[in-house]
């Protein structure tokens, strides 16, 4: 028996490996984009959660989502827990960053999203960065897909705005 | 997509190419995954029943489901704490069941970190309790640290990298303590000396970004953080 062509088993430990080499950037960057102070952190988080329910998650698509609305849910918990309590958190590397280091049209970006409202940004970054249609927005946001097209227009105009107001600075 | 839709799409990428690779991500996961693997069944024991009796009586795990002792794990029936000695937190260390604990100096002036889990306690690391208050510049009314210590041989990658240990100025009488998303951790008052004030704080999860407040008896808060 030929057995050279029969592929390796894939075990569950393998999928989960394989999910996190592809996604765990990916997934740091999108709590940075949202405004995250720690986006490695939310990034770990949500890898561990999502190791404790992999039995039960039947395919990569289903943990993706999964990912991005642990993600999602654990950047809007951050924030808010940064705005409840008095101090303000210890600089991190990402802040630590010096103005001069970071393009100018990074900081422009940057300022602009700033402006949002939380939802406004959500919709936005997992519209124009994970280029995710309405339908996988709203359900990763568990809203309704009416709700993203308000928002999505809401938060356009307001950006068009705000990266008016920096390009006449 | 018109230019601003460009623009935004462009500029997000941009953005996010500005965030550093994670070199060691994997490893830190493993260590995040170890550590909830480690302290899980004692949980889930814990939650049933754990009998704790006297010094050299047997530690009995009960199933949730049992009502005789699943697994029995003795300690060494020659294990006499030291003077003083207090359990912070239970933990399986491959398999093996252990206590990390806390000494305080008889002046009060310092405390030391261990573990036991035979005839003697492994000593972690000692600290001397800090200068408190308005003499420190800023103010100090609180240090935070793993319960295992700063250099013990599992304090990046074993157990217990979600339970520390605060100690706070005598003049705390409250301490309230959250995860990075504002779970509150469960706190517990361990010991107090006129020096100091010692808690165990049990996060559930990653200390990161964790933030604390601590009020003195009337209620003023004296020291509120994110770190």
């Known amino acids: 028996v030929n057995t050279a062509t029969e592929p390796e088993p894939r075990t569950e430990s393998a999928g989960f490996d394989a999910l996190f080499d592809r996604c765990f950037e990916p997934m740091k960057r999108l709590a940075f984009l949202l405004g995250a102070d720690d986006p490695e952190n939310i990034a770990q988080e949500a890898f561990v959660r999502l190791h404790d329910r992999w039995a039960a998650l039947s395919d990569q698509e289903k943990a993706l989502a999964y990912l991005r609305r642990t993600v999602v849910n654990l950047s809007r918990s951050r924030l808010r827990h940064l705005r409840v309590v008095r101090r303000a958190p210890r600089e991190r590397d990402r802040d630590a960053a010096s103005a001069e280091s970071l393009a100018l049209a990074n900081r422009v970006m940057r300022d602009a999203l700033a402006t949002l409202t939380s939802r406004q940004r959500q919709v936005v970054v997992l519209r124009y960065w994970l280029d995710l249609d309405q339908q996988a927005i709203a359900d990763t946001l568990g809203i309704a897909v009416g709700t993203v097209k308000a928002t999505t227009s809401h938060a356009m105009a307001a950006l068009r705005d705000a990266l008016a107001q920096e390009d006449d600075r | 997509m018109n230019d601003l839709e460009n623009r935004v799409w462009r500029g ?18 493993e260590g995040r995954l170890t550590a909830r693997r480690s302290r899980r069944p004692l949980a889930i024991a814990a939650a049933a029943a754990v009998v704790v009796a006297a010094v050299a009586v047997p530690i009995v795990l009960v199933k949730p489901d049992a009502h005789r002792p699943a697994t029995t794990q003795t300690t060494s029936p020659s294990y006499t704490p030291p003077p003083g000695w207090l359990k912070l937190a239970d933990y399986a ?66 157990p217990l990298q979600d339970v520390l240990l605060f100690v706070t100025a005598p003049e705390v009488a409250k301490l309230e303590v959250e995860g990075a998303y504002g779970d509150p951790a469960d706190v517990r008052e361990v010991a107090r000396t006129t020096k100091a004030v010692y808690w165990v704080a049990d996060f559930d999860g990653p200390t990161q970004g964790k933030s604390y407040t601590v009020s003195d008896a009337n209620g003023h808060v004296l020291e509120s953080a994110i770190e």
């Open chain 2, 93 to 158: 260390d491959n398999g093996v069941a252990k206590q990390a604990g806390l000494t305080v100096d008889p002046d009060g002036n310092g405390y030391c970190l261990n573990s036991s889990a035979g005839a003697q306690p492994t000593t972690y690391a000692c600290y001397e309790v800090p200068v408190w208050g308005e003499a420190m510049n800023p103010a100090r009314y609180v240090v935070a640290v793993g319960v295992l210590g700063t250099a013990g041989p599992m304090r990046n990658t074993g």
């Open chain 2, 12 to 29: 997000l990428r941009d953005l996010a190419d500005s965030v550093p690779h994670t070199p060691d991500a994997r490893a830190r996961l």
